[in-house]
């Protein structure tokens, strides 16, 4: 259990504003941060990394449906919004390709939006890498366009469900002049619901921190210069890296001893005890460690063959054909490796409950709606501990909404109003339903709550207006709605508005 801040916060005062990605590779582990009813509270919505593409663009599970569908089962339990990710799987230029063709481009959204609507997820998250990572930067001025109308026809084929749009990218920072610029952060803002910063991988080559404060800070002075506050996340890493490195030029080291791996937060402590050292912490805020190790093994060279020059006369015709039992490969003999050694230095970079903290305590207070994690099952339980002492930064209260007076316009009806979960600063969605006076089939939508009001309580954004239009016949109508929690339940209900339609009915 977690620290008795975190006890009383569970119980009296939820304070969402962490969400994180469950990947395939780690249900178990994943499923434990969510099932934990201590835990649960700081919550605000969860993605499984489950879905990937295919070269015709198309949607592809990656793993088990079984372990997808426990760990949905697990945040609906506690009554979290689930929105997968689909991490973009194809080769270099696949991607860009699908999206550049107007027709591939359109039959992709749709693979996307049947995904959403045949599951029931309350929305999708892309994470599209491989432009940033696999295509030239060559070709971003090329992809940028088609990428921005890729994330606009979806999100208007979502919304129009009531589902939510989440966007994760990798980051610009130095006021823009440094980073993924292919993504358009300013371009798509209006579009999603959710911008996740990944920020984190700084150092990989060589040892260093994983998200260095001087780097995260310049990742939020741009987005937030360019996106609505309310809709960003910044990505948080709840792993770090090991480095094994050559300590003394001269020596030869043998196979493998230099490399690099992965460690999480939950493994770190164990293996910082297994050589009897104790982390401190980097001026850049993260835990680091290291130990000098000697180490011998083989030292291997590749053979090179000899160069053989083609004959410009032929010494004999071979007429025979060889044994029944075929041709053999030559067997080549290479003399054992002589076994080497040399020291290594290990060096371990890696968050704590103190850098996860303090990342957070950034993004809040530049106006961000909270900090993402890579990944659910990597962190520790302390790791809540630290961040349920932040102060809260939602109000609390039961889902609501309101309709105000429709406005109509010939044989056009808009529709607005407010619906919104206080506990959560994402948009909900809500059914609208007109009926008819006298009789008629009703007519129903299923809509997201996001357009922009004017005032809302601090802390959730202005993004929770209905603005809906309908064009209907001539006759008197009544509009009710139904707020939706996340999976489809009617949580709350508007009211009802009545109005007339005298202009001439829709053709």
Same mark, same amino acid.
């Given at each position: 259990?977690?620290?008795?801040?975190?006890?009383?916060?569970?119980?009296?005062?939820?304070?969402?504003?962490?969400?994180?990605?469950?990947?395939?590779?780690?249900?178990?582990?994943?499923?434990?941060?969510?099932?934990?009813?201590?835990?649960?509270?700081? !919550?605000?919505?969860?993605?499984?990394?489950?879905?990937?593409?295919?070269?015709?663009?198309?949607?592809?599970?990656?793993?088990?449906?079984?372990?997808?569908?426990?760990?949905?089962?697990?945040?609906?339990?506690?009554? !979290?919004?689930?929105?997968?990710?689909?991490?973009?799987?194809?080769?270099?230029?696949?991607?860009?390709?699908?999206?550049?063709?107007?027709?591939?481009?359109?039959?992709?959204?749709?693979?996307?939006?049947?995904?959403?609507?045949?599951?029931?997820?309350?929305?999708?998250?892309?994470?599209?890498?491989?432009?940033?990572?696999?295509?030239?930067?060559?070709?971003?001025?090329?992809?940028?366009?088609?990428?921005?109308?890729?994330?606009?026809?979806?999100?208007?084929?979502?919304?129009?469900?009531?589902? !939510?749009?989440?966007?994760?990218?990798?980051?610009?920072?130095?006021?823009?002049?440094?980073?993924?610029?292919?993504?358009?952060?300013?371009?798509?803002?209006?579009?999603?619901?959710?911008?996740?910063?990944?920020?984190?991988?700084?150092?990989?080559?060589?040892?260093?921190?994983?998200?260095?404060?001087?780097?995260?800070?310049?990742?939020?002075?741009?987005?937030?210069?360019?996106?609505?506050?309310?809709?960003?996340?910044?990505?948080?890493?709840?792993?770090?890296?090991?480095?094994?490195?050559?300590?003394?030029?001269?020596?030869?080291?043998?196979?493998?001893?230099?490399?690099?791996?992965?460690?999480?937060?939950?493994?770190?402590?164990?293996?910082?005890?297994?050589?009897?050292?104790?982390?401190?912490?980097?001026?850049?805020?993260?835990?680091?460690?290291?130990?000098?190790?000697?180490?011998?093994?083989?030292?291997?060279?590749?053979?090179?063959?000899?160069?053989?020059?083609?004959?410009?006369?032929?010494?004999?015709?071979?007429?025979?054909?060889?044994?029944?039992?075929?041709?053999?490969?030559?067997?080549?003999?290479?003399?054992?490796?002589?076994?080497?050694?040399?020291?290594?230095?290990?060096?371990?970079?890696?968050?704590?409950?103190?850098?996860?903290?303090?990342?957070?305590?950034?993004?809040?207070?530049?106006?961000?709606?909270?900090?993402? !994690?890579?990944?659910?099952?990597?962190?520790?339980?302390?790791?809540?501990?630290?961040?349920?002492?932040?102060?809260?930064?939602?109000?609390?209260?039961?889902?609501?909404?309101?309709?105000?007076?429709?406005?109509?316009?010939?044989?056009?009806?808009?529709?607005?109003?407010?619906?919104?979960?206080?506990?959560?600063?994402?948009?909900?969605?809500?059914?609208?339903?007109?009926?008819?006076?006298?009789?008629?089939?009703?007519?129903?939508?299923?809509?997201?709550?996001?357009?922009?009001?004017?005032?809302?309580?601090?802390?959730?954004?202005?993004?929770?207006?209905?603005?809906?239009?309908?064009?209907?016949?001539?006759?008197?109508?009544?509009?009710?709605?139904?707020?939706?929690?996340?999976?489809?339940?009617?949580?709350?209900?508007?009211?009802?508005?009545?109005?007339?339609?005298?202009?001439?009915?829709?053709?």
């Amino acid at each position: 259990m977690l620290a008795a801040a975190a006890l009383a916060l569970s119980a009296c005062q939820p304070n969402r504003f962490v969400s994180g990605w469950v990947p395939y590779w780690g249900t178990t582990a994943g499923r434990s941060t969510l099932d934990n009813p201590d835990i649960a509270p700081l !919550l605000t919505d969860v993605s499984m990394m489950w879905h990937g593409t295919a070269a015709d663009g198309t949607i592809t599970t990656l793993s088990s449906t079984t372990n997808l569908n426990s760990v949905i089962a697990s945040a609906r339990v506690q009554g !979290l919004p689930v929105v997968p990710t689909i991490f973009d799987t194809t080769a270099a230029g696949v991607m860009r390709g699908i999206l550049h063709n107007t027709t591939n481009r359109a039959a992709h959204v749709q693979s996307i939006v049947a995904l959403v609507t045949s599951k029931g997820y309350d929305g999708i998250d892309l994470d599209y890498e491989v432009f940033a990572f696999g295509d030239a930067r060559s070709t971003w001025s090329s992809i940028s366009p088609d990428w921005v109308a890729f994330v606009n026809s979806l999100a208007t084929q979502l919304h129009a469900r009531g589902k !939510l749009l989440s966007v994760t990218v990798p980051p610009v920072w130095n006021g823009g002049n440094s980073g993924y610029t292919v993504y358009a952060q300013a371009q798509i803002a209006p579009a999603v619901d959710r911008l996740r910063l990944m920020a984190y991988d700084w150092s990989i080559t060589s040892p260093g921190p994983i998200a260095p404060m001087f780097w995260v800070n310049s990742v939020i002075a741009y987005s937030t210069q360019v996106v609505p506050v309310s809709k960003l996340q910044l990505g948080v890493p709840a792993y770090g890296r090991h480095w094994t490195t050559q300590k003394n030029a001269f020596e030869v080291c043998p196979d493998g001893a230099i490399r690099r791996d992965s460690v999480t937060m939950r493994d770190s402590a164990a293996l910082a005890a297994a050589h009897s050292v104790m982390p401190t912490r980097h001026s850049e805020g993260e835990a680091t460690f290291g130990w000098t190790e000697l180490v011998t093994g083989p030292r291997t060279k590749p053979i090179t063959p000899p160069v053989w020059t083609v004959p410009t006369t032929v010494v004999k015709k071979v007429t025979t054909p060889p044994g029944t039992a075929g041709l053999q490969p030559a067997l080549r003999l290479a003399p054992p490796a002589e076994p080497v050694t040399c020291t290594i230095q290990h060096t371990v970079f890696v968050p704590d409950p103190t850098s996860v903290r303090q990342r957070a305590e950034a993004a809040l207070a530049a106006g961000w709606s909270g900090i993402a !994690l890579f990944a659910f099952g990597y962190e520790t339980t302390e790791t809540y501990a630290a961040l349920s002492e932040i102060a809260p930064v939602r109000p609390n209260g039961s889902p609501s909404g309101s309709l105000g007076t429709p406005t109509v316009n010939g044989a056009v009806v808009r529709i607005t109003g407010t619906a919104l979960h206080p506990e959560f600063d994402l948009p909900v969605a809500v059914r609208l339903t007109v009926t008819r006076t006298g009789g008629g089939t009703p007519v129903v939508r299923t809509v997201l709550a996001r357009s922009q009001v004017a005032s809302m309580p601090a802390g959730l954004g202005p993004f929770h207006g209905i603005d809906e239009s309908f064009a209907l016949a001539v006759g008197s109508y009544t509009v009710c709605g139904q707020v939706l929690a996340w999976g489809g339940a009617v949580v709350a209900t508007t009211g009802c508005q009545s109005f007339g339609i005298s202009g001439a009915p829709p053709p």
